[in-house]
C-alpha cells in the first residue's frame, strides 16, 4: 500500500508535470494551492491565501501561513520517500518575519536529510513582491503505509 500524495507527486515530478491545482485536501483546495516546480527533496507551491484567515486588524493569521509552510515540507518529504513510505509532523517551528494581507504567495519546501525514520525539512513563504513572510523548520516521523 502508498501514500496516494507521495504516488502522485512522483508521477507529477517525474514526467516534469507543473503548475497543476493540488486538491488532495480541503486545506489545499481552500487554499487554491498549485504544485509549481519540483524535485526530489524541493517542492515549490502557489496559494492564494483567502479572506477567511485574516486577524481583526487585517493580516493573514499565522495558523494559516503554518498550514501552508507545514504542507510544503511534508510534501518535500514525501517526494524523498520510497513506495510504501510516509511521514508525519513530529515537531515544527514557525518564525514570522512579515505581516502579509491575503494575496496569492509561494511556499517552497525543502528536505535537509532523510533518515530511517526522522526527516529534517524546512520551508519559506513569500509574497508576490518577493518578500519573506514566514520561514520554518521541522521534524517528520517517517514510517510504513498501513492499512485501514
Do not use: W
Not at 492564494?48 to 486588524?57: D, I, K, L, M
Not at 499565522?62 to 509532523?89: I, N, R, W
Not at 515544527?92 to 529534517?120: K, Y
Request: proline share 3%; hydrophobic share 45%; with cysteine.
Amino acid at each position: 500500500m502508498d501514500n496516494s500524495d507521495r504516488a502522485l507527486l512522483e508521477q507529477l515530478i517525474s514526467k516534469g508535470v507543473f503548475d497543476v491545482p493540488l486538491e488532495m485536501t480541503h486545506g489545499l483546495k481552500e487554499f487554491g494551492a498549485r504544485l509549481v516546480k519540483g524535485e526530489p527533496g524541493v517542492i515549490e507551491l502557489s496559494f492564494q491565501v483567502p479572506e477567511t484567515t485574516t486577524q481583526g486588524n487585517g493580516v493573514v493569521s499565522g495558523g494559516a501561513l503554518t498550514t501552508m509552510l507545514d504542507y510544503a515540507m511534508a510534501y518535500a518529504v514525501l517526494s524523498k520517500l520510497k513506495y510504501g513510505k510516509t511521514c508525519a509532523t513530529t515537531s515544527i517551528t514557525v518564525n514570522m518575519q512579515a505581516a502579509a494581507e491575503p494575496s496569492l504567495m509561494r511556499v517552497v519546501g525543502t528536505v535537509d536529510r532523510v533518515g530511517r525514520q526522522v526527516a529534517f525539512a524546512r520551508s519559506e513563504i513569500y509574497d508576490v513582491k518577493d518578500r519573506l513572510i514566514a520561514n520554518s523548520s521541522a521534524t517528520f516521523f517517517v514510517m510504513d503505509v498501513v492499512s485501514g
